[in-house]
């Protein structure tokens, strides 16, 4: 098999007695998206917290590309190449689609936030940014301001500015929440021609869109995977049915 682009090795993280996550080993290749699913509370956004560098594990490893990246902070792991989208919104509203996804790029280059005037007029970097806006569908709306965007535009906009970071891999957390069933669809078909050009570690409550995408599926619960596999295996698990699925599978 090849070699892992992103690792936990035993991830361990605990809140008091609380043992958010117990020994995690998960492991995202070439190619895949690999789906973490769980109930809510199960450990998820700590896990992402811990692989992205927000929170310093307990114990266990982080390796990206083969390398031991627990110790380095957020920025110097998107610089290495992990790429992550939150549950959360990030963009800046006020600023125009295109000045949101070149802010992507300049993380990419390294260079400190204050030279973002400087570099909307950098060719380079603004042709990666219209690039990644062309990828996502949103090369019309560059010039718009973000706020007035659809929500399922702003996931676009989201999946850009990761992209313009030329990711060796992404860590994407909900990416579908808030999403219609027309959002929804959309954002599925960019993941899944995504996963060609980096692997998805993907947190989805959606199971529609987990059952389409993953090509494995781990199952988080009380901070522990229960089960890894293909879809078909996590789906007919009887353990995982009864911890999370129930009627969904
Ligand atoms: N900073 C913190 N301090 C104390 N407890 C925390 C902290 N962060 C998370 N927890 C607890 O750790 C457990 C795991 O939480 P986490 O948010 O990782 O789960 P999750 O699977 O992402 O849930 P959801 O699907 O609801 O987002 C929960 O019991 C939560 O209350």
Known sequence: MTEPVLETRGLSKAFGALKATEDVSVALHPGEIHAIIGPNGAGKSTLIAQICGALVPDAGQVRLMGRDVTRLPVPARARAGLART?????????????????????????????????????????????????????????????????????????????????????????????????????????????????????????????????????????????ASGSVDEIRRDPAVREAYLGDSA
Do not use: C, K
Request: glycine share 8%.
């Open 86 to 226: 939150f549950q959360i919104s990030q963009l800046a509203m006020e600023d125009t689609v295109l000045q949101n996804a070149l802010l992507g790029a300049l993380g990419a280059s390294g260079r400190p936030w204050r030279f973002l005037r400087p570099a909307l007029g950098d060719q380079s970097l603004r042709e990666r940014a219209e690039a990644a806006l062309e990828r996502v569908g949103l090369a019309a709306q560059a010039a718009t301001r973000t706020a007035e965007l659809s929500h399922g535009q702003r996931r676009q906009l989201e999946v850009a500015v990761a992209l313009t970071l030329a990711p060796r891999a992404f860590v994407m957390d909900e990416p579908m929440a808030g999403l219609g069933a027309e959002g929804s669809a959309r954002l599925t078909r960019l993941l899944d021609g995504l996963r060609a050009e980096a692997p998805i570690l993907l947190v989805e409550h959606d199971m529609d869109a987990v059952f389409a995408l993953a090509d494995r599926v781990s199952v988080l619960v009380y901070g522990r995977v229960i």
